[in-house]
Every structure is written in structure tokens, then in C-alpha cells.
């Protein structure tokens, strides 16, 4: 366990009150209402005490940022805060200090706060919320619900960050209509991962640990990872990977590799860096289509951005691998960049009721 620490007593509140995450219904928003304040406290270390209904916080733990979004059942957004990972210090300090802004802005909202949940990346057992290994976050054996429901009373629940996001994009598919039964969901960010959908079930594998994608061998004997293996996936086709070849090809260092993209038309080096890693994803996708059959596969994370750019060559490069069947749908997400929180709301309030949550997706 590598992050012991134990932040600060939370600030007053800081973060951009109401948002534009979800649609909010602001004449449902209760202010300083209620029998609700009365039944509840907060400080820093201490319980809340929780009385039904109340708020949930959704955080979405990624090895760059941390973002979550303090919401009601039904979806409705009281607040949302990004901090960067490494703000506080640790990343479990970061999480910590978010958690404890939004547990104060429940405070101030009149509400208690009835439940947490958590997407992170790694190996999750989501039975026991034990990060088991989160290589991006440095956190090996971490006891994160443990953790996390004695400093806060509430239901925790802590999941993968790609199972979460992808539970996130299947409601919001559902919520306009579109059943999906068999699916892939792969957000590329800091690194790669997949949630696959078979017969309408999410695929946990034997140790929770299936769908990290990004560790699939894409080139033998290719670029050093972070796993500790060579020609990982994701070693060439992260967001963190693209930018990181580009600047060694020769290119300039770049604040996102979604700049890379928008650069293909005019420098060859950023056109080269991002034909391998689409070359990569395709090598890596036709494995995953070939053992799951998936109707629709979806891209999210940051690189989805990158739109046509990064789907048009990517679908083209999937179909000529796969002379031998008609390929899925290959489709950029409709939750974008905020799933993992989305998720990570579904998670929080799952023991109680999801539907609504579902509902207040905007998609
Ligand atoms: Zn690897």
C-alpha cells in the first residue's frame, strides 16, 4: 500500500457550483432544506450520517486527473471538481480532498450523503474494492472501499474505471433506444482498456481482471511498457504513447496527443506516429473481434475526441484484416470524456436505484 496519507480538513468549497454534465432540473435542486441537515455532520475524518434519500459522489480515478460529480438519485448534478492526480501530493490524497470537497457541498446543500463510488484503472476486485495493482497510480493492494467507507460512513462501491464507463455508455445507449447485447467498449487515455458486453453480461474474468486491453501484444518484441512487457498496445496507441513517440520522432513537445491528429495533413512526423498507432488499435481490435463478435465496438476517452480522424482509417484498417467477416460497427462514444464518472454515479448508487440515473444521462 503506497499512499497512506491523510489529507487536510476539507476547504470551503471551491469547485464550479452546477455544471453541465448531465441536464439539471435546477427547480429540483433542495437548498438548505429539511429534516435531511438536521440528520447529518461532516468534518473532516468523520462520519456522515446518513439518512435516506441523499446525495451520491461518482469519481472518476484516472492517472492524469481526478473528476467527480456530486449528483441525487435521479441524475440531477449539484457539483462537479477536476483536480490532477498528483495535486495533493498522492493520488489517494487527491481522491480524498475531492471526495471531501463534494461531501462539502452536500453539506451545504442540506443533504446527506448516502453512497460513493469509485472507477479506477488496474486490476479492481470489485467483491472485496481492493485496487489490487494500479500501475498509473503507483497503488498495489490498496483497501480503497475499506478505506473509504470508514472515513465517510456510506456505502462504497469501487469498480474498474473501463466496466464503469462502459456501464455509463450502455445506458446512455439504452436511454435513446439502443439494446446493446454484445459490445466492446475501449477507452484510450492514459492507457487502454476494454469492457466487453457478451449476451448482455460485462465479462469480470476469474480475477476481475479482465479487459486490460492496452497489455495485448500488438508488435513481438516492440516498445518497453509500463506493465513491464514489450509491444504492448499500449505503448503505441495511448494518448500518452502517441504524444511520447511523436516528440521522440522529431516532433515538438505537445500538451495532448489530440494535437497530433489535428496535425496529420501537415507534418509528416505526426502523421507517421499516428497511421502506427492506428495501425496498433486495428491489430489489436481484430483479436478482440475475432474471439467476442461484437455488433458494435464504441471508442471512448480522451482520444475518441480525435473523431473521424482517428474512426474513418481505423474502421478501414479493422474491415481489410478481417477479409473473412463482415466487421462491427466501430462508433465514437456518446458519453465522451465524462463516463468514467457517469459510471462511477451508477456505482454509487446501485444498491439503490440505477434507473433514474440512467434517465438524467444527456446523450
Ligand atoms: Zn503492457
Known amino acids: 500500500m503506497s499512499d497512506p496519507a491523510v489529507p487536510r480538513p476539507p476547504k470551503k468549497i471551491h469547485g464550479a457550483r452546477l455544471p453541465h454534465l448531465l441536464r439539471v432540473r435546477s427547480d429540483r435542486i433542495p437548498m438548505n432544506g429539511g429534516t435531511a441537515k438536521a440528520a447529518m455532520t461532516f468534518r473532516a475524518g468523520a462520519p456522515v450520517v446518513v439518512s435516506e434519500p441523499g446525495l451520491l459522489i461518482g469519481a472518476d480515478v484516472g ?33 480524498v480532498h475531492v471526495l471531501d470537497t463534494l461531501a462539502g457541498e452536500a453539506l451545504d446543500a442540506g443533504q446527506p450523503l448516502s453512497g460513493i463510488g469509485a472507477a479506477v484503472p488496474g486490476i479492481v476486485d470489485r467483491h472485496t474494492g481492493t485496487v489490487v495493482r ?11 472501499t475499506h478505506r473509504l467507507r470508514h472515513r465517510y460512513a456510506v456505502p462504497v462501491t469501487v469498480d474498474h474505471d473501463a466496466r464503469a464507463a462502459a456501464d455509463a455508455e450502455w445506458a446512455a445507449r439504452a436511454a435513446v433506444g439502443e439494446q446493446v447485447e454484445d459490445a466492446a467498449f475501449v477507452p484510450i487515455g492514459t492507457g487502454i482498456a476494454a469492457a466487453l458486453r457478451i449476451g448482455g453480461r460485462t465479462v469480470t474474468g476469474a480475477r476481475c481482471a479482465a479487459g486490460e486491453f492496452g497489455h495485448v501484444v500488438v508488435v513481438a518484441g516492440g516498445e518497453p511498457c509500463t506493465c513491464g512487457g514489450h509491444g504492448c498496445l499500449e505503448a503505441y496507441a495511448s494518448a500518452s504513447a502517441i504524444g511520447r513517440r511523436y516528440e521522440r520522432a522529431g516532433g515538438r513537445r505537445l500538451p495532448d496527443a489530440a494535437v497530433v491528429a489535428q496535425s496529420i495533413s501537415s507534418d ?16 489489436g481490435l481484430v483479436g478482440l473481434i475475432a474471439l467476442s463478435d461484437p455488433e458494435l465496438v464504441v471508442i471512448g476517452g480522451g482520444l475518441s475526441s480525435a473523431g473521424a480522424v482517428l474512426l474513418n482509417p481505423l474502421r478501414s484498417r479493422v474491415a481489410a484484416q478481417l477479409p473473412w ?10 458519453t465522451g470524456p465524462e463516463a ?21 444521462l444527456r446523450v
Open 63 to 95: 492517472g492524469t486527473g481526478i473528476k467527480a460529480v456530486l449528483a441525487d438519485p435521479d441524475g440531477t448534478v449539484h457539483a462537479r471538481i477536476a483536480r490532477p492526480t498528483a495535486a495533493e501530493g498522492s493520488p489517494y490524497a487527491t481522491l
Open 134 to 144: 494500479a500501475t498509473n497510480l503507483d497503488w498495489h493492494e490498496l483497501e480503497l
Open 268 to 283: 509528416p512526423v505526426a502523421a507517421r506516429v499516428w497511421v502506427e498507432a492506428v495501425d496498433a488499435l486495428a491489430r
Open 325 to 334: 467477416r463482415r466487421p462491427p460497427r466501430i462508433e465514437q462514444s456518446l
Open 340 to 360: 468514467g464518472q457517469l459510471g462511477a454515479l451508477l456505482l454509487a448508487g446501485a444498491r439503490r436505484t440505477p434507473e433514474p440515473v440512467v434517465r438524467s
